[in-house]
């Protein structure tokens, strides 16, 4: 037994009950770590995990395992047929999906998957080199992953991706600034580039002074958007943040809560991200509208979730790994629609008065419902004056409204950036999305912290 | 397993590497939660596999492989030394020397918490859960977890160690809805609750069943307290909070890693600089910090690190200065002073990295009415909700579950949605009260980030509640 569907396959197979599906996971990953120009923590990865889980008269239970031999399998079998017999009957588990056709998504590149150890390592001498005068800090990093699914009603569904990202923090004492870049092929990033932008930046952080706490216009670089509006995702487009009446959005679909410029989607199939085929049922991936023009339109939706739902609502294919199931549905393919903006200094002309954010750090959930979070800025803020970009700031702490921030957007660059958004915790499973600069009416600052640099 | 350590290390010094260590980690856990009467997860899991890090010409390689048979093992070692080789930088990094070690460490349990049956948990869980009913409580979730993890250290410097650590932990958490809001309450602990290095014995401790009503009473009482206020004002702080605020802004800026720039990408970096040994002032005298992997329970302790120093209870802030670092033997070299002692990897798939391992707030005296005597007008907050803190680990933010107001030193109306915020070496300094030991409690947190790839660790904290004065509750945009 070689490939992950046949792993899963054969869990299946050697499973009793009434039904079983089997999720195989394999990574094959390498990250170099840099930090002072020096690659300081590697991390290559060989790994394959099954994620198993029986039926037996209403009652399902999961075991997880990365043993593939035989007697690994069969002992994963029997764990998870003891976990089945341990709870009682779920009237809320829906049935096994039956295999559907799963869309494409060309999210493999045969180079990215078989890149050597040796020339991860040497990839990361680029971004080293274009961080300049300054020291770098961060990363790059290559992953192959393959997800398949097998299942006792005949699911059987395989999907190999690939990843790469590209991340520098060009730091100095007094001086910091940060650039990150995320594709699915390694020769559609240019690691030099990424270095250079960040040092471009942190170039103009020296000599950062504090702000006043208040309200203030906002521009937004597609690294904050991109934070901001994926936490914000992870507490408000879930379909069981909605159910259970934990959403900014529960009572609010289809009411205009936001500026009309304002277009969000989950978009897994978008060849511009990481694409995706299929969800963790093997449902296959969907093109869900969560925002249209300001309307809060949907959310994502599981098997599960849809059932709980009934009225019609079905699967939108975003299941998520049986080991994660408390999560609930997410989505984590957002795709913001562009604006108009040639760029982010038009973006500052349109604010005027106000700051510019380049990146956000440590996001605090303060009151899920309300879509209120606090962090603070990093590594590139800078205040806006007469509508071009003036001083840089010490790191700010925000406490923020996301609706607020989002009901009034004076515009949005043309140009989206693919921006990273895995911390690459467990098993890997890279996401990213795709946004532009946003500028923004109300971004509340509430303090003020570090300065730029280490 | 030990043999297969042995035969990495032996490849990776054939393959030209100066050191070279090998750690095979095999993990079973067991989660369980129920939601609103029916189970949630019923999840059981066993992983295992063999982490390989070596020292070549002073650059680091590290590779990983699930596979435990010589082809994986070989495979590991050849990659790490790969990547060592063309890893760009001067690399001149060096190990502090230490003596081989050798032995064996398990944790102390009376039960084990993976022998006890599946259905057990689940009934413990439905009890417990069942108990938080309440009409405005929407959502009732109680949950239980049990591990057990199997690390076998083998090093060129002649260390070989082997570990069993077993942990388990529970808790409860009671959504209420109502009035337009949403109000949460947890027990033990916020997050997952809490656990320790123990047998099932701790998991039964706990109480999830007792203490369930109040904290559905709680949650439910909350939809109709007013707002927490902003005011500047005496804010005293519940253990559970108190040592989070110890993790965030003790723990984590006292990493020595941290110090010397290595996390700055990505947790940032600290406001305290190595110079800063024996002379900081952190806080105010009543302020003592220890590292301790030695607690009994802590579910930071191990017999030893992952480099296989010894584990050593270490002072970090004494009398409000700071007299210590956490530290790997890289770090400690490099410093001049120290002993290593908190290198941690979350797994086999990981490198080792300076983690916290049990950091506890030492007691003061008194109890917690003690500490509320003389407060004319302060609040009083209990159990995380939230928590930021910048990159520098200065500027904070943290908010609570709950609140009441202090009024002539007894506590009065019930307030929601509290926040607080600061700067850390003036919050520190305004600490002007902690409780004794009779009031100290121990948390175990499962949630603590860090590294790239990210890594869990989990690490225990015990504090007793605790006295700030003049601080900015009431955060709003």
Redesign the interface.
């Known amino acids: 037994v070689t490939s992950p569907l046949e792993v899963a396959g054969e869990a299946v197979a050697l499973a009793e009950g009434d039904g079983a599906e089997a999720i195989v996971s394999s990574e094959r ?21 099954v994620q198993l889980r029986v039926r037996r008269g209403g009652r ?8 593939t031999d035989r007697e690994g399998l069969r ?1 994963l079998v029997r ?2 047929e ?7 009957p ?3 588990l829906p049935s096994l999906a039956t295999p559907r056709p799963v869309p494409d998504a060309a999210g493999y590149d045969e180079q990215t998957a078989q890149l ?7 990839a ?2 680029p971004a ?1 080199a274009g961080a300049g005068v300054f ?1 770098a ?3 790059v ?1 290559s992953g192959a992953t393959e997800t398949a699914i097998a299942s006792s009603v005949g699911m059987a569904v395989s999907q190999s991706r690939t990843d790469m990202t590209v ?3 060009a ?1 100095g004492d007094d001086a ?1 600034g940060y650039a990150d870049a995320t594709a699915r092929a390694a020769r559609e990033l240019d690691p030099e580039a990424v270095g250079h932008e960040a040092a471009a930046k942190a170039a103009r952080t020296r000599g950062a002074g504090d702000l006043e706490p208040g309200r203030y216009a906002a521009v937004l670089e597609p690294y904050a958007v991109a934070e901001l509006v994926q936490t914000f995702a992870g507490m408000t487009f879930g379909a069981l943040e909605l159910l ?3 959403s900014f959005l529960s009572g609010r679909l289809g009411e205009r809560l936001f500026d009309r410029k304002l277009s969000i989607a989950d978009d897994a199939l978008d060849p511009a991200g990481l694409p995706r085929a299929f969800d963790y049922e093997g449902s296959p991936k969907t093109r869900v509208a969560l925002v249209d023009e300001g309307v809060a339109r949907g959310v994502v939706w599981d098997r599960r979730t849809a059932m709980r739902a009934g009225a019609g609502h079905e699967t939108t294919g975003h299941a998520p790994p ?2 994660a ?2 999560w609930g549905p997410q989505a984590t393919a957002l795709v913001v629609a562009p604006g108009e903006a040639e760029s982010t200094e038009e973006l500052a002309e349109l604010v005027g008065d106000g700051i510019y954010v380049t990146r956000v ?10 879509g ?1 979070l ?3 800025t ?1 590594d590139g803020t800078f205040r806006i004056r007469g509508g071009a970009i003036a001083e840089p700031h010490v ?1 700010l ?1 925000f ?3 996301m609706p ?1 921030l989002l009901a009034e957007i004076p515009g949005l660059t043309r140009r989206r950036k693919l921006v990273n958004q895995s ?4 098993s ?1 499973d890279a996401v990213a999305a795709l946004v532009p600069a946003l500028a923004t009416a109300s971004f ?1 600052i ?5 300065r730029p640099g ?1 | 397993v030990r043999d297969l350590c042995s035969l990495a290390v032996e490849a990776a010094l054939a393959a030209g590497a100066r050191y070279a260590d090998a750690r095979v980690v095999e993990i079973r856990e067991q989660g ?2 129920t ?1 609103n009467g ?12 063999i982490g390989v890090r070596v020292l070549v010409d002073g ?9 435990l048979g010589r082809d ?1 093992v070989l ?2 070692a050849a ?2 030394c ?10 001149k ?1 060096e190990l502090l020397p230490v003596e081989p070690a050798r032995g064996r460490y398990t944790t102390p349990s009376e039960r084990d918490p993976l022998s006890v ?3 057990e ?2 009934e413990l869980c439905l009890r417990a859960e069942a108990a938080l009913r309440h009409p405005d409580v ?2 009732a979730v109680a949950s239980v977890r049990a591990r057990r993890e199997r690390r076998v250290l083998v090093s060129s410097d002649g260390t070989e160690v082997e570990q069993e650590l077993v942990e388990c932990g529970g808790g409860v958490d009671a ?1 209420a ?1 109502g009035n337009g ?2 109000q949460l309450r947890s027990y033990p602990s916020a997050h997952g609750g809490s656990s320790a290095q123990a047998g099932w014995e701790y998991v039964q401790s706990l109480g999830l069943e007792r203490e369930a009503p109040r904290v559905a009473e709680q949650a439910a009482a909350l939809l109709r307290a007013d707002p927490c206020p902003p005011a500047l004002t005496t804010l005293v702080l519940d253990a559970e909070q108190t040592q989070l605020q110890v993790h965030e802004s003790v723990g984590h800026p006292t990493e020595l890693d941290r110090v010397y ?6 947790a ?2 600290s ?1 305290v600089g190595p110079g800063d040994l024996g002379s900081l002032r952190y806080g105010s005298e009543l302020m003592t910090v220890t590292a301790d992997p030695t607690t009994p329970g802590g579910v930071g302790s191990f017999g030893f690190d992952d480099e296989g120093v010894p584990a050593a209870r270490q002072p970090v802030i004494e009398g409000g200065v700071l007299t210590g670092f956490l530290s790997s033997r890289e770090t400690a070299a490099r410093l001049g002073a120290l002993r290593g002692g908190s290198m941690r990897a979350e797994d086999w ?3 080792p ?1 300076v983690r916290m391992t049990n950091l506890h707030l030492e007691p003061g005296t008194g109890s917690f009415a003690k500490l509320l005597d003389g407060i004319d007008e302060g609040v009083y907050m209990e159990t995380n ?8 680990r ?2 904070f ?3 609570t579950q709950i609140a009441w107001e202090i009024r002539d030193g007894k506590l009065g109306r019930m307030l929601r ?1 509290p ?1 607080y ?1 600061g700067v850390t070496p003036v919050f520190w300094g305004s600490l002007d009260g902690v409780a004794g030991p009779e009031e100290w409690r121990m948390y175990g947190l499962t949630n603590c ?1 860090k ?6 660790a989990h690490v225990s904290h015990g504090a007793s509640p605790t006295r700030f004065r003049n601080v900015q509750i009431g ?3």
């Open positions: 990953s390498g990250l170099a770590r840099f930090a002072g120009s020096e690659v300081h923590q590697p991390t290559l990865i060989e790994d394959l995990v399902a239970g999961v075991a997880i395992g990365n043993r002992e764990r998870a003891a976990a089945s017999a341990a709870v009682a779920d009237p809320e050597p150890a040796d020339e991860l390592a040497r990361a001498a080293i020291d800090y961060g990363f990093t991340l520098v923090l730091a910091s259970e009446e934990r049986p080991a199931s408390a750090h440590y996001l605090g959930i303060v009151d899920p419902r309300e209120i606090t962090g603070t990093r790191n702490r406490t923020i409204s607020e911390d690459f915790y467990g890997r509340t509430t303090g003020s912290g570090a280490l | 369980v939660a939601k029916r189970v949630e997860t019923a999840a059981d899991s066993e992983t295992a596999g650059a680091w390689g590290f590779a990983a492989d699930r596979r994986g495979a590991a990659r790490a790969d990547f060592a080789r063309a890893a760009p930088g001067g690399h990094r049956p599946l259905d948990k689940v929407k959502i959504l809805v809001i949403s720039g290595t996390e700055a990408a990505y940032g970096t406001w798939s990981r490198m990295l909700r939230s928590w930021s803190i910048d990159d520098k200065l500027s933010q943290f908010g949605d926040t915020a980030g590294g790239q790839p990210g890594q869990v955060v709003s945009p």
